[in-house]
């Protein structure tokens, strides 16, 4: 891990390119994904290495696995993405940085928009306490992350030693995967201009009107949902990360095998269960819609277990 200050940034941006999208299955020869949902306008990409130079090469091999995905993302989930597409690098230390500003600047916000006993507002900085554990604990296990680092400007995070721990590193599989889930994140908040993230995790629930609603289990039920179909369109068939890489450091198989992440693993293997079966019964749109009325969202007192601690990241 980097303990210094950030280094030089190399940003490039590309235009995602519908036309190299491979054949859709079952598609008749000649045909692509491209010609089944026409000739779009596609976001660009702004692709940022800020994790120093001994990560440049992940960054240049973001480009492609992009360029097939995020077309993908809309076809898939009929939802729309930012415009543009930022994916970061970073460090673990600039990550952590990150997330305890921004979640400062949100438990303030919250804070003295709203007339709080004091019990409750400790309550909440306790809470906050606490995801800045897990993340201290979990970060290895992070294998990619859409972020609201500044407001208005969601992203899509990775943080390279964390993949190094995993043995993912140089997995070009995986990031068809990552970029899949978490670019359909980026998709949920574009649908809804943020309120659906805001109502997955507030400091204050209760004031809110969301204390009985799971919006997290429905967000991962749906990018988990999306990334099977998107990376079996891609690749062939959907891309498990039920095993943990030969290539795994001692450190990252410790937390691998530990209740915490088994639990939370088997939480997002119900929830896309869940969302699947309601796509099924209901269709797409059944749930696209629940993503910007704060409704259709399983009741939380139905969960097995209680979420981790901030945003899920997604885990591998």
């Known amino acids: 891990m980097r303990t210094g200050a950030p280094g030089p940034r190399t ?16 598609a008749a020869r000649g045909q692509t994904m491209t010609d089944s949902i026409g000739k779009q306008h596609m976001p660009p990409v702004d692709v940022r290495n800020e994790a120093g130079p001994r990560f440049d090469p992940l960054g240049q091999r973001l480009d492609a696995p992009a360029a097939e995905t995020l077309p993908l993302v809309e ?3 009929r939802l729309p993405r930012p415009d ?5 690098t970073m460090t673990v230390r600039d990550w952590m940085r990150e997330h305890r500003r921004s979640e400062q600047r949100r438990l303030q916000a919250e804070t003295e928009e709203l007339d709080l006993p004091l019990r409750v507002v400790r309550h909440a900085a306790l809470q906050s306490g606490g995801r800045r554990k897990a993340r201290r604990r979990f970060w290895p296990t ?7 680092f500044q407001p208005q400007h969601p992203e899509l995070v990775l943080v390279p030693e964390a993949l190094r721990h995993g043995g993912r590193l140089d997995a070009t599989a995986y990031l068809y995967k990552a970029l899949g889930h978490e670019v359909t994140h980026l998709a949920q908040y574009a649908a809804s201009d943020g309120a659906i993230w805001a109502a997955q995790e507030p400091f204050y629930p209760d004031q809110r009107g969301v204390a009985d609603r799971d919006f997290g289990f429905l967000l991962e039920g749906h ?33 691998f095998a530990s209740p915490h992440r088994h639990a939370a693993v088997e939480q997002f293997r119900r929830a896309s269960d869940t969302v699947g079966q309601i796509i099924d019964s209901y269709g797409l749109d059944a749930v696209n819609r629940s993503g910007t009325t704060r409704i259709s969202s399983p009741p939380a007192r139905r969960r097995a277990m209680t979420a981790p601690p901030g945003r899920p990241a997604f885990r591998r």
């Open 84 to 88: 543009p597409v930022v994916i970061r």
């Open 142 to 148: 992070m294998g990619g992350q859409a972020v609201l």
């Open 11 to 26: 940003t490039r941006s590309f235009a995602a390119r519908p036309e190299i999208v491979p054949p859709r299955l079952g």
């Open 75 to 77: 076809a898939v989930t």
């Open 223 to 255: 990018a988990y949902w999306a990334d099977q179909r998107i990376t079996a369109k891609t690749l062939g068939a959907p891309v498990s990360t039920d095993e943990a890489s030969p290539h795994a450091t001692r450190r990252y198989r410790k937390l």
